[in-house]
């Protein structure tokens, strides 16, 4: 071009060939800036560590060209790459391949202003990671007032995500924040979406400020004309399935999403109906889940599989039998066809609700009609079935058909649900053999394949279980031989493992050093002695005779803060009264009745029978008193021991003798508790009706019932003092008195109105 210049020359070609070589170096220009821009995009896609630095130099001399600009290249194409450079930033710190204040710094110092995408890419990108402070950093620093550029929208909702974010994290974080976060918006005229008050809405109720929801639910689309959607509903469900406590909360939303649910039948998602079905179905609230149902059939809505199976568990879990078979049947009727995992949920609702039969004819459908879908979880299922049923004959047969299958391969819980059948059906023999087929599989599969190693080697509840059935058997040696084992592999225990060992110990022949070694091992553990433990150490230590040290265990569950149960107090009472420490066992028993245990018919059968057999007739009445208040029927030994000792017993006065006789006798006579025709006879005639020394027939108005206050009127009736009592006086006569059958009740206690032939009859000597 120079050439040509300086020869002058005015031909056509010169400016021809200087026209066609601005071309070629504007294309090259361009065809540069492209490919560091190709560079840098794949550097920041696919970053490796010694391509850190490469890949910096490579997008800041994209970034200066693009800066520079040129007159060959246009504003949209500028745009257009700012636009993937920021798509490639925003991509990156997804996968957490850059730090976004460390992009910022660099475009800063290149002397390139980064848009406001840019800058809310990069504030995703520390909320991604889940640096909430220097998000905060960033947010800050695009709302300073010195900043080129000013927040939009979706900064404010990309800051208020990383909120929740931050609460989900556990981080302190002052809600009220959301509120100043809107003052702002406003301020800078910057209109919330939708997006912004489902944002604000799931941080309300994840923080647990439901008030706070509840006010922006209506102040907002109120205010800025905006229509609540399914994710709207659904950010309050998800706050109150992240929060149990907000449970009662839902009641406030939910005539507002059934009136959604209507008015939205054609487009209401599953994720809202699943999700109010299980946050109901946790806290038992079936009615609440009845009137959804009901509007979704009312709107023609079509539940989906996912919903059905959901609400199957759900009626499993509160063992409503009925409901699961006509749940399955509306499920067929309404054409929806279960999967082998609806199969399972039906399956273990059924075995809930101890519908054993149902679980049997479930599985013979599946078999007959899409055989594919006997899995794992079915054959397991139905075998825990027949291990409550103890059809141990049937689940051998079905353990060699799972053997056979080269589908269904035997894991962990098919082994395990085996085992425990085996124990349940006391078959200790074949516990051993599946436990050896369960080593044979774990070794067929290599070290290298954790994971389905994993899936088959035992673990805690196997050894627990195969340590229970040792226990049981008696076999104590071999259960503590596993116990070493699994302390030599390390393995975590848990208490119901020690509580296994421990209950073997007490009802075997085991030491009480093996007990007190095990006892060590658990606090060396940190396992805290339950109230489940400490009732098998007082039956230990009783069996070993050690009294001083059973005693003692009431004091230490107290100062170890365990509430004592009504086990441990029926032990200790036991103890006492076997030692013959009767006042010591009245006062537990009174000590027990200060807590939250509750004496259940073996607590009053063992204080009852201890106190009568001390000779203490007056307190075990009173408690005998007790229990029929509570309406607790004792043994029927228990009543005839109490009858029998009001015959022998001289430390009670007769006028007690009277009173409790007469209402023990009135609730033998109603409950028609079987006891001794001789006792019941002699108490009667000599407690309940027996009369002064010199009686007088002397007719009265009414007559009180000694425990039930009946008022009659009587024409007479045999009425004087109870002083004197004969053994052998009976005021009735025989004909008021049946011989015993088997259960039967006594007339002559609500007889009222014996005639005064009667009573003289029955004032006569026995000879006449």
């Known amino acids: 071009v120079l050439s040509l210049s300086e020869t002058g020359g005015k031909s056509w070609l010169r400016y ?117 402070h220097t998000a905060t950093q960033l947010f800050m620093e695009i709302k300073d007032q010195h900043s080129p550029i000013a927040p939009n929208t979706s900064t404010y909702n990309i800051y208020m995500r990383g909120i929740i974010e931050a609460i989900n994290s556990g981080e302190h974080v002052d809600i009220s924040m959301i509120n100043d976060l809107l003052i702002e918006m406003r301020s800078k005229e910057i209109q919330p979406t939708l997006v912004t008050l489902n944002t604000i ?3 309300c109720m994840i923080a647990g400020s439901p008030e706070m929801a509840w006010k922006y639910f209506n102040q907002l689309p109120l205010e800025y004309r905006i229509e609540r959607d399914n994710t709207t509903y659904n950010a309050i469900v998800i706050g109150i399935r992240v929060n149990d406590k907000l449970t009662p909360v839902l009641d406030l939303f939910y005539p507002s999403i059934l009136a959604y649910v209507e008015a939205k039948s054609d487009t209401i998602d599953d994720i809202l109906i699943n999700g109010l079905i299980d946050i109901y179905g946790k806290c038992g609230n079936l009615e609440k889940i009845d009137i959804l149902i009901s509007v979704l059939y009312k709107c023609k809505k079509k539940l989906s599989l996912v919903t059905f199976g959901k609400l199957i568990s759900i009626y499993g879990q509160q063992r409503k039998g009925g409901r699961v078979k006509e749940t399955y049947h509306l499920m067929l009727a309404s054409g929806v066809e279960p999967n082998e995992i609806t199969y399972g949920c039906i399956m273990e609702a059924y075995l809930k609700c101890d519908l054993i039969n149902d679980v049997e004819s479930l599985y013979a459908e599946v078999q007959a009609k899409k055989p594919e879908c006997c899995n794992i979880v079915i054959y397991t299922t139905l075998i825990r079935a027949l291990a409550k049923k103890r059809d141990f004959g049937r689940v051998i047969e079905i353990y060699e058909q799972m053997k056979t299958s080269p589908k269904n391969k035997l894991n962990r819980i098919a082994f395990n649900s085996l085992l425990d059948c085996c124990v349940k059906c006391g078959n200790y023999k074949k516990m051993s053999e599946i436990f050896e087929d369960m080593l044979k599989e774990t070794s067929k599969i290599p070290k290298s394949q954790g994971i389905e190693s994993d899936s088959v080697e035992p673990d805690l509840i196997t050894y627990s279980t195969l340590i229970k059935g040792m226990c049981k058997a008696g076999q104590m040696s071999k259960a503590m031989a596993l116990y070493e084992e699994m302390q030599g ?37 940190k396992i805290k002695l339950s109230n489940f433990t400490y009732s098998i150490l007082v039956k230990l230590y009783a069996k070993h005779k050690l009294v001083h040290r059973a005693l003692t265990l009431l004091d230490e569950m107290k100062a170890n803060d365990v509430q004592p149960g009504v086990i441990v107090y029926t032990c200790l009472l036991q103890i006492y009264i076997k030692n013959k420490m009767i006042d010591k066992a009245i006062a537990v028993f009174n000590d027990m009745k200060t807590t939250k245990a509750v004496p259940d018919q073996v607590t009053y059968n063992t204080i009852v029978n201890g106190c009568v057999f001390s000779g203490k007739l007056l307190q075990a009445c009173m408690i005998l008193l007790e229990a029929m208040a509570a309406n607790i029927r004792l043994a029927d030994d228990i009543y005839n021991n109490v009858l029998r000792n009001f015959m ?66 009587t024409s007479g009736m045999y009425h004087g003092g109870i002083s004197g009592a004969n053994p052998h006086y009976q005021p009735y006569p025989q004909k008021y008195r049946q011989k015993k059958q088997h259960h039967h009740s006594y007339p002559c206690l609500l007889y009222t109105s014996p005639s005064p032939r009667d009573a003289t009859l029955s004032r006569m000597p026995s000879s006449a």
């Open 648 to 713: 022998i017993n001289h430390k009670m006065t007769l006028p007690q003798k009277h009173e409790f006789a007469s209402k023990i006798c009135n609730y033998i006579t109603i409950h028609k508790i079987p006891v001794s025709d001789e006792y019941m006879s002699q108490v009667l005639s000599t407690f309940v009706f027996q009369q002064s020394q010199a009686p007088v027939y002397q007719p009265i108005s009414s007559y009180q019932h000694p425990m039930h206050g009946f008022n009659g009127s």
């Open 201 to 203: 809405l799931e941080a």
């Open 16 to 132: 021809e060939l200087i026209l066609v070589l601005i071309f070629v170096l504007g294309m090259g220009m361009l065809n540069s800036i492209l490919y560091y821009a190709r560079k840098a995009i794949a550097a920041i896609y696919h970053r490796n560590p010694q391509a850190r630095t490469e890949k910096d130099d490579i997008a800041s001399t994209a970034l200066k060209l693009l800066k520079q600009g040129n007159n060959s290249i246009s504003n949209s194409t500028v745009d257009t790459s700012f636009m993937h450079l920021s798509q490639s930033i925003r991509e990156s710190l997804k996968n957490q391949h850059m730090e976004p204040l460390e992009v910022l710094n660099r475009m800063q110092k290149m002397g390139v202003t980064p848009d406001v995408h840019s800058y809310n890419y990069l504030l995703e990108g520390c909320i991604n990671a889940k640096n909430f």
């Open 489 to 525: 592999k390390g393995m975590v225990m848990d208490e119901v493992l020690f509580n296994s060992l421990l209950d073997g110990l007490a009802k075997g022949e085991g030491s009480i050093e093996e007990c007190d070694r095990l006892i060590k091992d658990m606090s060396v553990l």
